[in-house]
C-alpha cells in the first residue's frame, strides 16, 4: 500500500464521505418526522441541540464501566419517564440508545428536596376583550388562521381593556437612528 499524500483523496476518503452523508440525510430525515410527530401530538417534544457549540473541549463521563464521548453522540432523547437519566447514541440506529443516569445517590451535602408540586399560576382561564376575540373570530372564519387554533372556547371579560404590547422602538427613535 502507497502511503497517502497530502491533499489527496482515496478511495476510503470516498467511501467515508459518503457513509457521512448517507447518515446526515437520515439525521435530517429522522429529525423532520420528530418535528411533523410533535405537530400532531401533544404529548411527543422534538428538540434539536448544538452540541459543539456547548461542548467546547471534549467532555466524557463514564457510565456502567464504559466512557462517554459527547462528541461522537449523533442522537440524544430525554423521556418523561425516566428523568434522572438520557439516552444517547453514537449512530442512528433508534434501537440503540444507552442509558447515562445523571441523578446522584450521593448529594454531597445537599438537602434532598423530594418531589416539588408546581401550581397554577392563575385559577382560571385567562380573559381577553370582546373586541380581541371578534377580530380572532374574523380570522378564524376567513382562513387567515388554521382550523386547528381556533379560538372559540376563550373566555371574554368586560372589563378587559384591549392593550398592545409595549414597542421595543418607538417611532421618534426610528427617525432619530435614520
Known amino acids: 500500500m ?3 499524500q497530502r491533499n489527496e483523496i482515496t478511495n476510503e476518503d470516498e467511501e467515508q464521505f459518503q457513509e457521512h452523508q448517507t447518515k446526515k440525510e437520515k439525521s435530517r430525515e429522522e429529525k423532520r ?6 405537530k400532531t401530538d ?16 471534549p467532555c466524557s463521563m463514564v457510565v456502567s ?9 449523533k442522537w440524544i432523547r430525554v423521556t418523561k419517564e425516566n428523568p434522572g437519566s ?26 434532598k428536596t423530594g418531589n416539588i408540586k408546581l401550581s397554577p399560576l392563575n385559577e382560571s382561564k385567562l380573559q381577553i376583550s370582546t373586541a380581541k376575540k371578534a377580530d380572532l373570530l374574523s380570522l378564524c372564519k376567513s382562513g387567515v388562521i388554521p382550523t386547528t387554533y381556533h379560538y372559540e372556547s376563550l373566555p371574554v371579560g368586560k372589563l378587559v381593556k384591549d392593550t ?15
Open 86 to 111: 438520557v439516552f444517547f447514541n453514537n449512530g442512528f440506529d433508534p434501537e440503540n440508545f444507552m442509558e447515562a443516569k445523571f441523578q446522584s445517590s450521593s448529594l454531597r451535602g445537599r438537602k
Open 164 to 178: 398592545l404590547p409595549e414597542p421595543d422602538i418607538t417611532d421618534e427613535n426610528l427617525i432619530d437612528n435614520i
Open 65 to 73: 464501566g464504559e466512557t462517554i464521548n459527547w462528541l461522537k453522540v
Open 33 to 38: 418526522l420528530d418535528k411533523e410527530r410533535a
Open 42 to 57: 401533544r404529548s411527543f417534544t422534538a428538540v434539536t441541540f448544538d452540541l459543539e457549540a456547548v461542548l467546547p473541549t
Open 2 to 4: 502507497r502511503k497517502k
